[in-house]
């Protein structure tokens, strides 16, 4: 009990996905679009509001940074525009939201386990270097799904390869100094919410988690979102990577609280990023209490369940102040 | 005999296998956007002016005038001014759907900034974000929280619809069919910060709560928002209501919602004054369940009011119209909805390689989807969706496309 209640005296804060873009931003974007401005004054803009808001998260006592990928339009870009024998197919709503991806088009067997396709988009000069950048590649499964597929024979020989391709990729920012690799895993929520989940499914996220869940010198997160993850947490716990994330505004406490999470991190993503109404300091404290007392997390962190790109900027940076205020009030009453 | 009742007016009477009709939005003409921002015309820019004013017999010389003016004045433009500058652009938009063969017109909604914007502006209820949210690749849009009921602004009635249509229905010498938002739409492209708050103190179940606050929010816009406009649109004339819903298939558990928010629009609009179709776009055809594309919107569109006929599809984007729209036929015993059929893509990467439909494959389209639908009484011919992010002339020559291989496709 003792040694427990050290454990717990520390809450940690991040955020786990792109940041809502600036209206200079914006502007500047719609000016290149019409023919009225050019992609280096983008550019400009994309490092000048990068280095505000990795400055924000630090100042902010943030314990993971992440980079706010302004240059990113969606999760499988830097694959689609870097690795060879994958393109851009349809344009596809991102889950529920109001904002689109293009679907992935994977068209060769044998992809090459290639790397550094992410660097582009990234701004590795500006990150930490002391293990706290954390980086956000997508889970192999939600690739797999996601894509469209016409290389491989079949999907448990197509993620194979896909985990080996993604696992290069986290070793590559392994060495440009990310001491923490988030997989981001929607899809296998999803698909439970909506009844839609076979044995099949949690078999190929088991295969590629068993191929990329570890990588040298830094933790990984499975991050899951946008679907209720207390069904597969007894699953999901068992999988080899040092943290899960679970979307807490889409999965009840009450069942999260029957789960004991002594052998991982558990990060607890309550900060409804989709959404502008403010979280409650207060009340965000006693829920994380609970979670502490009875989930007994090897380490408990506290994030927007996504990204906050779809309620822009202004509304990016209040839920980062409530993230600094819920930790300041967690550690202040803990301690 | 094609399924649609022509309206009783002096337009023009359509008696055709597959009628034609446009979806909704076209670009705007680039002189008329920058005189009203008080920019520079340049002289392709007016020319373009000229030039299709001359093809589609539609006066410009005021406009010409007003760009002119202000140029030199070096002012904006007088609300006057604007006003005229909106007629010009919409009264060549519906020339040239004529002229094209479309048998079914609007304005190529030339006096809306965009769909969900036009009407959030005239939301009482409705605030801002201080910022423009990225949505598509590098488009973004002006995105509104909820912050109470929602209430149309005082004479956003005039605004929204009234003086468009009546000036629709005033030039047009087809057909007309309106386009309007609905609400579901607009329920989900918003914050929905006030009912969000108002069910988390009913409800402790997160994905209750979800769903709980966007129905609330969606029947709330369907009473206050959408349905006023329908009713004063009906009031001036207008017959065929398209209801534009690209997110019906975003949220799969919420389709019922998007049926009740249908529904509370249309209930009680006497059957013999209109007539409402519904254009889907975006279906999930991977949907992460055993369901795709448009299956997903069945049986739940079986509980539609049955004023609702007619369903606008996306096709084109896929070319799967076999798989697509079985569904439709799978369900014709329960309920028989007629198919405007998208016979055009209409994305930006078309666009961008160059490439067009032939007539010959539009007609290929309509004949496969009269194979699947065994009834070429319901279907009617369309574009895939709006068409504001191609260019003027690229839409003209997709109308034209669509337009000659429906007379092909007429002709067997």
Redesign the interface.
């Known amino acids: 009990m003792h040694a427990f209640t050290l454990y717990m005296t520390h809450l940690g804060i991040y955020l786990t996905g792109p940041f809502?873009?600036?209206?200079q931003l914006?502007e500047v974007?719609?000016e290149?679009?019409r023919g009225r401005g050019t992609e280096e004054v983008v550019r400009q803009q994309i490092e000048k509001d990068t280095e505000t808001v990795i400055k924000a998260q630090q100042e902010a006592g943030l314990d993971f940074i992440i980079d706010p990928l302004f240059g990113q339009?969606d999760l499988f870009q830097p694959l689609v525009e870097g690795v060879p024998g994958i393109n851009a197919g349809?344009?596809?709503?991102w889950f529920?939201?109001?904002?689109?991806y293009q679907?992935p088009r994977i068209q060769i067997e044998n992809l090459q386990y290639t790397s550094g396709w992410s660097e582009k988009f990234l701004h590795p000069e500006s990150l930490p270097k002391d293990g706290s950048w954390s980086a956000i590649l997508p889970s192999p499964y939600t690739l797999l799904?996601?894509s469209e597929i016409s290389g491989y024979q079949n999907k448990k020989s197509a993620i194979q390869d896909l985990a080996k391709l993604i696992k290069a990729e986290a070793i590559h920012l392994a060495s440009l100094g990310a001491g923490r690799i988030q997989y981001d895993e929607p899809?296998i929520v999803?698909?439970q919410?909506?009844?839609?989940l076979k044995r099949e499914d949690l078999e190929l996220l088991e295969t590629a988690i068993d191929i990329c869940g570890r990588v040298p010198d830094t933790t990984t997160v499975l991050h899951t979102y946008f679907g209720?993850a207390a069904p597969l947490l007894p699953f999901l716990k068992n999988l080899p990577v040092d943290c899960l994330g679970i979307d807490g505004?889409?999965?009840?406490l009450e069942p999260l609280l029957q789960e004991d999470f002594s052998e991982k991190e558990l990060v607890f993503g309550r900060i409804n990023a989709r959404?502008?109404?403010p979280e409650d300091p207060e009340e965000l404290v006693t829920e994380l209490k609970k979670v502490a007392e009875q989930c007994h997390p090897k380490k408990l962190w506290l994030t927007p369940n996504t990204a906050t790109?779809?309620?822009?900027?202004?509304?990016a940076f209040k839920k980062m102040k409530i993230l600094q205020e819920t930790k300041r009030l967690f550690n202040g009453t803990n301690n | 005999m094609v399924q649609i009742i022509n309206p009783p007016s002096a337009k023009k009477t359509v008696r055709h296998l597959f009628p034609t009709y446009e979806v909704g939005s076209l670009p705007k003409l680039p002189a008329r956007v920058k005189t009203i921002k008080g920019e520079k015309v340049s002289a392709e820019e007016l020319q373009q002016i000229k030039n299709l004013a001359k093809k589609y017999a539609v006066e410009s010389a005021e406009v010409e005038e007003i760009i002119g003016r202000t140029e030199r004045e070096k002012r904006k433009v007088s609300s006057e001014e604007k006003k005229q500058l909106q007629d010009f652009n919409a009264l060549l938009n519906i020339r040239i759907q004529e002229k094209s063969g479309i048998d079914f017109v609007y304005d190529g909604e030339a006096r809306r900034s965009e769909m969900y914007r036009h009407v959030a502006q005239q939301v009482v209820g409705f605030e801002d974000?201080?910022?423009?949210?990225?949505?598509?690749?590098?488009?973004?849009?002006k995105?509104s929280?909820c912050i109470t009921e929602p209430q149309l602004k005082s004479g956003a009635l005039d605004t929204l619809i009234r003086e468009e249509f009546a000036f629709v229905n005033q030039q047009a010498q087809h057909q007309v069919k309106v386009p309007l938002d609905d609400p579901y739409m607009i329920a989900?492209?918003s914050?929905?910060?006030y009912y969000?708050?108002q069910a988390k103190e009913k409800y402790?179940?997160?994905?209750q709560i979800?769903y709980e606050a966007k129905r609330e929010f969606t029947l709330a816009l369907a009473k206050n928002i959408i349905r006023p406009q329908v009713e004063a649109a009906v009031a001036l004339g207008a017959y065929w209501i398209q209801l534009d819903i690209p997110?019906a298939t975003?949220?799969?558990?919420?389709i019922p919602i998007v049926v009740e928010g249908i529904n509370a629009v249309v209930e009680g609009i006497p059957a013999e004054n209109a007539w409402f179709s519904l254009h889907f776009c975006?279906p999930?055809?991977?949907s992460?369940?055993?369901k795709s594309g448009y299956e997903l919107l069945f049986p739940h569109v079986l509980k539609l009011n049955h004023r609702v006929k007619h369903f606008s599809l996306e096709l084109a984007?896929?070319d799967t119209y076999e798989q697509d729209l079985a569904v439709f036929a799978e369900y014709k015993k329960e309920r028989q909805f007629g198919i405007g059929l998208g016979v055009i893509d209409i994305?930006l990467e078309r666009q961008k390689e160059e490439t067009y439909e032939t007539p010959q494959q539009v007609r290929e389209r309509i004949l496969r989807a009269a194979d699947v639908l065994k009834d070429r009484t319901l279907i009617y011919v369309a574009p895939d969706c709006g068409m504001r992010q191609l260019t003027l002339e690229r839409c003209i020559r997709l109308y034209e496309l669509m337009a000659e291989g429906a007379e092909l496709a007429r002709k067997g």
């Open positions: 809502g873009q600036s209206q914006y974007r719609n290149a679009k339009y349809r344009q596809e709503n529920n939201n109001n904002l689109f679907k799904i996601l899809v999803v698909k919410s909506l009844g839609s209720d505004t889409e999965t009840n959404s502008t109404d790109e779809v309620d822009g900027y202004t509304h | 974000l201080p910022e423009m949210i990225r949505s598509r690749g590098p488009d973004s849009y995105k929280i989900v492209m914050d929905n910060r969000a708050q402790i179940d997160q994905q979800r997110a975003l949220d799969i558990g919420h975006y999930r055809r991977n992460l369940t055993e984007n896929a994305t």
